[in-house]
């Protein structure tokens, strides 16, 4: 864990424990926000305490908070944080984690039931004790008890914009060592799956004690699992499990191939071997012979095994992008289809600003935007009944597009269009009157309440966004959040068809605790001849950097750059924005 991060969970707790003891909201909300600020921060924080000056610089860190950190950076540890702590069971942390539970009912069931961490939540939930408070009741009980489930179930899994920069890192790392050769990372990292197990890191490498060496000696390794010639295994702090294999670089490609996985393409692969007379393993593609012994112990040379294509070759198949090799139909295919990449992208057509929940100004946004490439960025702020997001009245709004529209006129080299992210209603109905949508360039309908809803429920809700003459895109469909909240469970296959019929663009929210659309249902667009648009959502800069996850799943979808309309040329997108209007 970086400095940055470190001092982001102090600062996070102190919120924390703050707004459990019923402190002053004000002071709750700077302590988070000096946490997002710190996670956010592009420089190292160490660099910056030095002088408490450089730290009250930096808007939203007061002079409490700058001699936090100081204080953290001398003595690693801030007293107030230490205290703070004191005053509750260290297990409510865990219990304040449990999605759709408030600091208020968190400390209703620690003050009058007795509950100090998860177990004795659930024990008291089992015994009745809780249902039994005032303001609780079967249903609140129920909704606890779904997520308390949920985190567990999918607890083990991380998310893949945690596990990627990860990674990266440890890829750069071992790479500079004396010797190696190739390394690259696997697995479902590679494939690029919203949830990854473990990371899967292959190298080849003329020093292989070193690497094994430099990798059990990573920072934050927790527990060396494993640690012999060819593989060893380490977990991190952050709860993630690293496997590292040293294969031969002559057959880099084949255990690439295999370690990539995903398993079921590789049983539909050796499968596909066997019937042309091969044998298909991590050290290569062999003739098959017969012989119970594997063929590299015998001494025998493979037909292909030095890269990926070569393999894929010999069996008479084209290079498959890791993204596709999941055994839903790619190895019928007779040529892989084109498949968008981060590059095709050049709008961003979903983003907020100070103006509700959002943290850059419209010029800073454009200034983000303009850097990326793009030629154009929606400006997309939350409509009024997100109250949780400081979403727009319609005079807000009003007073919004003219601003909008005034830098539009000032600023050079890209376009910036009015837009809304606008709340669909439980009932389907949208948060603002048709004259005012009818004023903006684009009209983002997003779901961000009522996500509990029944899918037939949910179905219709969405539907009528979708049907609606003025809204272009269907913002994140479902509502989810990765390993958080399940979301919507709506009947896909008729958004789909309506979406197709009204022209309406449905949304990859590329956040990776979203992902939503996910990747299967972006695959049935694909085939049902729809449009896409993949958006960061972004609400502070490093949001940009997000989109690679939200192209990773359209790919995993088969999505061509023609449906896509974030890939379309400026023309081709505005004209196809005015149509709605
Ligand atoms: P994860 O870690 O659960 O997110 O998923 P993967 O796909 O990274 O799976 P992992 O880490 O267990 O193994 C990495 C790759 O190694 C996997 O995608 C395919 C290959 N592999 C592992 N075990 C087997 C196996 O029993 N048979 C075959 N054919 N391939 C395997
Ligand atoms: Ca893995
Ligand atoms: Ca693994
Ligand atoms: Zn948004």
């Known amino acids: 864990m970086s400095t940055n991060t470190e001092l982001a969970k102090v600062f996070e707790e ?5 707004e459990l003891t019923g402190a002053n909201p004000f002071r709750v909300n700077a302590h988070a926000r000096v946490a997002r600020i710190l996670d956010d921060l592009t420089v190292d924080v160490k660099d910056l305490a030095d002088d408490k000056k450089k730290l009250t610089a930096i808007d939203g860190i007061g002079e409490g908070s700058a001699e936090k950190i100081i204080e953290y950076i ?63 009741g079967a249903k609140t009980v129920q909704n606890i008890r779904e997520a308390i489930e949920f985190v567990a179930r999918a607890g083990e899994r991380i998310r893949i914009g945690d596990a990627m920069p990860i990674a990266e890192e440890i890829v750069a790392t071992l790479k500079r060592i004396k010797g190696v050769k190739q390394i690259e990372y696997a697995g479902s ?26 990798f059990r000696a990573l920072p934050g390794v927790e527990k060396v699992l494993a640690s012999g010639e060819t593989k060893s295994s380490i977990r991190l702090d952050r709860g993630i499990q690293v496997d590292l294999r040293v294969v031969d670089d002559s057959c880099f490609g084949a255990a ?35 012989d119970d012994t594997p063929p590299q112990k015998r001494g025998i040379k493979p037909v292909a095994a030095k890269t990926e294509q070569d393999v894929y070759k010999k069996l008479a198949l084209p290079w498959f992008p890791p993204e596709m090799r999941e055994d839903r139909g790619e190895l019928d295919l007779k040529s892989v289809p084109e498949l968008i990449t981060l590059d095709d ?21 454009a200034k983000h935007a303009k850097a990326r490439g793009f030629h154009t ?69 997003s779901p961000h309440s009522s996500l509990r809803q029944e899918p037939e429920k949910a179905t219709q809700r969405l539907l009528a966004a979708i049907t609606h003459p003025l809204v272009h895109i269907l913002g994140h469909p479902t509502g989810r959040l990765i390993n958080q909240r399940e979301g919507l469970h709506p009947d896909m296959s008729k958004l789909i068809e309506a979406a197709v019929q009204h022209n309406v663009a449905l949304e990859i ?28 959502d972004a609400h502070a800069p490093a949001d940009f950097d997000n989109l690679r996850y939200g192209v990773l799943t359209a790919r995993r979808g088969w999505l061509p750059p023609a449906a896509c309309i974030n890939a379309w040329t400026k023309q081709k997108l505005h004209k196809w924005l005015k149509a709605k209007r």
């Not at 209703?108 to 303001?135: C, H, M």
């Not at 295999?258 to 593609?285: C, D, M, P």
Request: charged fraction near 30%.
């Open 14 to 18: 102190i919120s924390m424990v703050l």
């Open 74 to 136: 001398k003595t690693g540890r801030v007293k107030e944080h230490d205290d703070l702590l004191k005053q509750i069971p260290r297990g409510l942390m865990e219990v304040m984690q449990i999605p759709g539970l408030g600091p208020k009912t968190v400390k209703l069931v620690w003050e009058q039931a007795g509950v100090i961490d998860k177990a004795s939540l659930k024990s008291k939930l089992d015994s009745g004790e809780i249902e039994n408070l005032p303001r609780m």
């Open 189 to 214: 990292l590679r494939r690029g799956c919203e949830t990854i197990g473990d990371i899967d890191i292959l190298v080849s490498t003329s020093n292989p004690t070193e690497v094994g060496k430099a």
């Open 256 to 290: 690439l191939m295999y370690f990539t996985g995903s398993k079921s393409h590789n049983v539909a692969l050796r499968e596909r071997a066997i019937k042309k007379g091969f044998r298909l393993n991590e050290y290569g593609l062999f003739p098959d012979d017969d």
């Open 345 to 365: 992208i050049k709008a961003e057509l979903h983003a907020h600003t100070t103006a509700s929940d959002g943290r850059m100004s419209i010029e800073e946004l």
């Open 377 to 445: 960025i929606a400006v997309t702020d939350h409509s009024k009944s997100s109250v949780q997001a400081n979403g727009l009245s319609p005079e807000r709004l009003r007073e919004h597009i003219v601003a909008i529209r005034a830098a539009a006129k000032s600023i050079k080299g890209i376009t910036i269009i009015a837009g809304a992210e606008v709340d669909i209603l439980a009932d389907g109905r949208l948060d603002y009157d048709d004259d005012l949508l009818a004023e903006l360039d684009i009209v983002i309908a």
């Open 509 to 536: 929210n590329a956040h990776y605790y979203r992902l939503d659309l996910r990747d299967v249902h972006v695959r049935a667009v694909v085939e049902a001849g729809g449009l896409i648009a993949i958006n960061t």
